[in-house]
RNA sequence: GCUCGGAUGGUGGAAUGGUAGACACGCAAGACUUAAAAUCUUGUGACCAUAACGGUUGUGCGGGUUCAAGUCCCGCUCCGAGUACCA
């Protein structure tokens, strides 16, 4: 018999589905582990090599973790929403719901080849109603809430509105877009609509008047993390800045848990990194600055010290204060500039580094020597960071110094000894010159001390500012979650939970309206039972994707998003797989996500992923051949020095091991039906490149083709030894031969020449050590995630026990629960063939027996002067005195002590015998 | 610019400070075969040398710590990723 993997994976996938092996419950008895993939957006391209990398890794780890008794969550389901699906809408009439249906059935077929143990039963879609009912309710709550920042969570507005009609604002602190102050009286004056606009000042989920980032190719807005280098990500489109209203999440609320909760999770330090430096946290002041005529402003700095350097001060263009900083006589040219640089993308923004700006026409008096500074207006300012103004420093901040040096404008520095004559000096080091008060001080004692002063003289105060930004959190789009928000009286209210889900309406065609309005301005009936008009926006992708996670614990619950009952035995996840894109997206969104739902009592872990392992990702190997130009001649790899060439990309499925399958490259095309070759050793070798993986580049490899060619195991096995997991490396399919035949070699240990071959005999002590050898290694591995090594350990096992002919029962019962994670078809098989009537993924994993490991003899590397020159075998019960005098008396060692009297002899039990002669 | 990774044979990659190159691919030789494929066996960092033994050198570059460094420390070079007028 032999190893006939086809039909042996297709049996067991059909018993795993009979007999619902994946399928899990609440065992209150069992510890629990949530083994979690990211979801995927299942695009028309179907799956390539590289997407299951994570998922065969989570899986191989879910199965690990059951085998060692762990009750163990492991479910998939689909990111539906998303642009690709609508721009396909667009072109083609057809709706979204059924290419995403189609998508999703396509990549179901082709997950479902490579063996994985998922609990289907638990599958989310974030498109489906019965999913986004929560995804609206959850922004419901979040309209409903404020954040408190005494309290450090969300508590309900209502608690809000009864302290402003007992106090007004006195004594908050709350998280809000502008400061506000008022008084009971005040507040209780207000009409409902005004009171309904100040709320706005403070709701989690609020409408706010931003700069947005306006993509006008897409026809939406899109999210910080949306847009790179001044380009949309999906479609590489232009993106410009523009005021809107629109909805928003405040996330910056969160910063300062988001930033402290980083400490307690177990991710890698890079993503940490990744994260912290979006948050991006800064120490500082807010400093009081006003005009001549008296109009106060307020600046942000981390440099406080510098203060006495400060020889200009700078607003954005987009700042408020500029229409009432600007004077009449400089109105003209400022409007002027303002509309220029309103004019240009971001894009463009980033690439012009030519300085550009224009004076106010006013001047500020400097808090401590009162002198004037003259206010300028440059688009090297940011509205959106701090206060929209600085005040400018060129002596020590490199920005400032090209805007001075540009406009002729004093360069004061404040450090002794620096040379500012072509550069600024922006190092947080040296002794304060020309500084008053802060004179003969570092920069690190002077920083406290201006700070301790300007609060001291009522100047300003201490501030920590965050660069993470508010989430705005419409699109203008069809295929995407309707809020749940009606307009009365211009305000917005939300639908009552009773009425979620609110389902996304059916339109006439998918683009925007002939007034410029969302699609769903096209919906017909787009009003509540009362006639109140619906919300035309949608929620933007990450909505659906922010508490996927703790849907998966309860996914058929039509009351709560998830029971307090599954919350509490699954909690969190313990381990998250997935890629590093998402570093400043997603994984920021569903963790301030999950920190809402945890102030508001639905998740009980304030982190929701506890442990994350991000893959690499898997590029693509193009191979090339060579045409003579001008002719339909191809010259092989290594002859092609000398002839004039084009390379060509050839689709690698027509290529192994870089050799061309000449046959099937005439088929390929007409064009090369006729194609002669210049050979090397009646061979045709073709070149190679590492380049993305994509259809134009003919280099993508379907996951389908190598299951139907080598089977799923070795494909999973495979994909784990290319290299390590979390690095970047391409896919090469040259060398899948030696895992597939390794698995034909534990075929053959079960199975000689086609006979059952197993035995009953009393295994061997160096059987036992080959096996526990295996045991140890493979746990260690897999708990670091150390797979590629693992699968080596097995391949050194199995030649191991070849060698020895090993046919013993119970080495081989262990070796194949060993094996189950990764390559669990194969498994099952020799588990059944074994005598076991169930499935090896019920089996325990084994445990490694020290003693088993225990060599009778150890290998020495005897050493002289650190450079090893022979190795000797000593007992473990030798004596240092006995390996000493062995050593000595060897006659290998009698060439390098030439002689001479060992000055010193360090003997490391089993290791090394070194010799400093 | 800043932050974080990385650099080891022809290739992918192994090495708790202790025999560098595990395992695999590729390549070479051999066995089986009419032949090829498949399979199996052996060899395979480079250099020198040999009938055989053996020797030298070697983990991007330059220093250092140590009996001993791919691994730790200091200074560079190059490559990758993220991020950026964030005051």
Known sequence: MDYNFGEIEKRWQQYWIDHQTYKVSEEKSKPKFYVLDMFPYPSGAGLHVGHPLGYIASDIYSRFKRLQGFNVLHPMGYDAYGLPAEQYAIQTGQHPAITTQNNITRYREQLDKIGFSYDWSREVRTCDP???????????????????????????????????????????????SEPMTFTAEEWNARTEKEQQEILMNYRIAYLGDTMVNWCPQLGTVLANDEVSE???????????????????????????????????????????????????????????????????????????????????????????????????????????????????????????????????????????????????ISDYVLAGYGTGAIMAVPAHDSRDYAFARHFQLPVVPLIEGCDVSEESFDAKEGVMVNSGFLNGMTVKQAIPAAIDEVEKRGLGYRKINFRLRDAIFSRQR????????????????????????????????????????????????????????????????????SAYYLRYMDPANNDALVSEDANSYWRNVDLYMGGTEHATGHLVYSRFWNKFLFDIGVSCEEEPFKKLVNQGMIQGRSNFVYRL?????????????????????????????????????????????????????????????????????????????????????????????????????????????????????????????????????????????????????????????????????????????????????????????????????????????????????????????????????????????????FILEFSAEATNEEIEKTVMEHPHSQKWIDGKTPKKVIIVPKKIVNIVV
Not at 136 to 159: G, K, L, T, V
Not at 253 to 259: E, G, P, W
Not at 307 to 333: C, D, N, R, W, Y
């Open 478 to 545: 069809y295929w995407g979650e309707p809020f749940p928000v009606y307009y009365k009286d211009t305000m917005p209210y939300t639908l009552s939970e009773e009425e979620l889900p609110l389902e996304l309406p059916e339109v006439d065609k998918f683009l925007p309206t002939e007034t410029g309005e969302p699609p769903l301005g096209r919906a017909r009936n787009w009003h509540t039972k009362e006639g109140y008009p619906l919300e035309l926006n949608t929620m933007p992708g990450f909505a659906g994707s």
């Open 230 to 376: 001044g380009l949309s990500i999906r479609g590489g489109y232009p993106v410009v800045q523009k005021k809107m209203r629109q909805w928003c999440l405040r996330v910056s609320a969160y910063a300062q848990r988001l930033l402290d909760g980083l400490n307690i999770i177990d991710w890698t330090d890079s993503l940490k990194e990744t994260q912290r430096n979006w948050i991006g946290r800064s120490e500082g002041a807010v400093m009081h600055f006003a005009t001549t005529q008296g109009i106060s402003f307020d600046i942000f700095t981390t440099r406080a010290d510098t203060i006495f350097g400060v020889t200009f001060m700078v607003l954005a263009p987009e700042s408020e204060l500029v229409e009432q900083l600007t004077t009449a006589a400089q109105h003209q040219v400022v409007q002027e500039y303002i509309e220029k640089t309103k004019k240009k993308t971001e894009r463009e923004r980033l690439a012009d580094k030519s300085v550009t700006g224009v004076f106010s026409g006013s001047y500020a008096t400097h808090p401590f020597t009162g002198e004037p500074l003259p206010i300028w």
């Open 130 to 176: 019965a999913y986004y009912k929560w995804t609206q309710w959850a922004f419901i709550r979040m309209f409903h809430s404020y954040y408190c920042n005494q309290a450090r969570q969300a508590r309900p507005i209502d608690e809000l509105t009864a302290v402003f009609s007992r106090q007004g604002t006195t004594g908050l602190d709350i998280a809000c």
């Open 629 to 869: 130009k001008g002719t339909n001649r191809f010259v092989s790899f290594n002859l092609k020095n000398g002839y004039d060439v084009t390379p060509i990309h050839v689709d690698v499925n027509m290529v192994h091991n870089d050799l061309l399958d000449i046959e099937a490259f005439r088929r390929w095309n007409p064009e090369y039906k006729t194609a002669e070759f210049i050979l090397e050793d009646g061979k045709y070798v073709c070149g190679w490149a590492v380049e993305k993986m994509s259809k134009s580049m003919f280099n993508v490899v379907n996951p389908d083709d190598i299951v139907e060619k080598y089977g799923a195991d070795t494909l999973r096995l495979y994909e784990m030894f290319l290299g390590p997991l979390e690095q970047s490396k391409p896919w090469d399919t040259n060398g899948i031969d030696g895992v597939h035949r390794f698995l034909r070699k534990v075929w053959n240990l079960f199975y000689k020449e086609g006979v059952w071959a197993v035995t009953k005999e009393v295994p061997t002590k160096e059987e036992l050590k080959s096996l526990h050898k295996l045991i140890k290694k493979v746990t260690f591995d897999i708990e670091n995630f150390s797979f590629n090594t693992a699968v080596s350990a097995f391949m050194i096992c199995v030649n191991e026990l070849t060698a020895l002919q090993c046919r013993e029962r119970t080495i081989l019962n262990d070796l194949v629960v060993c094996l189950a994670p990764f390559a669990p078809h194969i498994a099952e098989e020799l588990w059944q063939a074994l005598g076991h009537g169930t499935s090896v993924c019920d089996a325990a994993w084994p445990q490694w027996n020290e003693e088993h490991l225990q060599e009778d003899v150890f290998p020495y590397a005897i050493s002289f002067n650190g450079k090893s020159r």
